[in-house]
Structure formats: structure tokens, C-alpha cells
């Protein structure tokens, strides 16, 4: 109905890309794939779900449409937990050094911290933007500025006020 009315009042009809969603053989293809992954790398699967528990809750919250951050705590989150799973399979993929891991204070610090610098920056990066954009509008309406005034010096003060033009004698 919107559409129609901007049609009959002559403006451009402009429509938002919606975004595909997987269709559900694609999700149940990925955790029939993934499945035998999780199986064989069983102490890894450990690890990993534990490490990554931030991510999750990050996604749950996340309302908006783009996840943004989910994003961004998933991917500081994953490079927190990725020294865990070396340390793991540095030692042997084994459910042992799993639960050593897992039980480690110093691991758990690592994955979470990582995890909670990327709840810090989703939350600290909107200001600096903001700041950052400000302060080139600033700059630019001083330029602006400048200029209008070399233009009032060099035509008067017709150019400013639009009534009267004082134009420089003409050359000839």
C-alpha cells in the first residue's frame, strides 16, 4: 500500500534489500556435517562449547537483525579460546587434558577476557564514531567559514546578505 501511494505522488519507490534466510535443508546439511566433527574431536567440542559460552549469551541478547554483536564478541571470544584448544591439542585430544583445561583459572581468563574487550569495544565504538564525526563536521565548517569570508572580503557584504552583488570592475 505504501508503495502505491508514493507511485500516485510521483516519488521514487525505493524498496530494502531483505536479507535471504538459509533455507532449512542448509541448516540441517551443516549439523549433519558438523556432527561427525563434534563426535571425533569430542574433548575439543568440550573445550570449545565451555570457552565460547560468552558468544552464546552475546547472540541470545542480540536483537538487532545483523547480530553485529554477536559478531563482534564471537570473534574476540574465538581468539581467546583458540590458545586453549592448542594447549589441548598440544597435548594429546584427550578428555583428561580437557577437563585440565577446562579447570584451568588462567584459560577461563583468557576466553572471557578476550570475550568481554569485545563487549567493550561494540559498546565503546558508537561514541568514538560520533566524536570522530563531529569533529570532522567542526573542521569543515570552519573551512567553510574561512572561505565565506575571504569571499565577503574579496565581493562584500552583498554575497552574504543575497541582496546586493558588488562584482569587481570588468577586465577588458
Known amino acids: ?16 534489500a531483505k536479507r535471504s534466510k538459509p533455507k532449512p535443508w542448509v541448516k540441517y546439511l551443516v549439523m549433519i556435517l558438523l556432527f561427525p566433527f563434534a563426535a571425533v574431536l569430542l574433548p575439543t567440542t568440550l573445550v570449545f562449547s565451555v570457552m565460547m559460552a560468552p558468544t552464546i549469551v552475546a547472540y541470545v541478547t542480540d536483537r538487532s537483525r545483523e547480530k553485529y554483536l554477536a559478531i563482534t564478541v564471537g570473534l574476540m571470544n574465538l581468539a581467546g579460546t583458540l590458545p586453549a584448544i592448542i594447549a ?15 579447570g584451568d583459572v588462567f584459560s577461563w581468563a583468557v576466553a572471557y577476557g578476550a570475550a568481554g574487550s569485545g563487549w567493550l569495544i561494540f559498546g565503546l565504538m558508537p561514541a568514538l564514531v560520533a566524536s570522530y564525526f563531529k569533529l570532522t563536521t567542526d573542521s569543515r565548517i570552519m573551512g567553510i567559514v574561512r572561505r565565506q569570508k575571504a569571499l565577503i572580503a574579496d565581493w562584500g557584504h552583498g554575497v552574504a546578505d543575497g541582496t546586493e552583488l558588488s562584482l569587481p570592475p570588468e577586465e577588458g
Do not use: C, E, N, Y
Open 88 to 102: 589441548l591439542w598440544s597435548r594429546g585430544q584427550s578428555h583428561a587434558a580437557a577437563m585440565d583445561i577446562i
Open 1 to 16: 500500500m505504501a508503495t502505491a501511494k508514493a507511485k500516485a505522488r510521483g516519488r521514487p519507490v525505493v524498496r530494502k
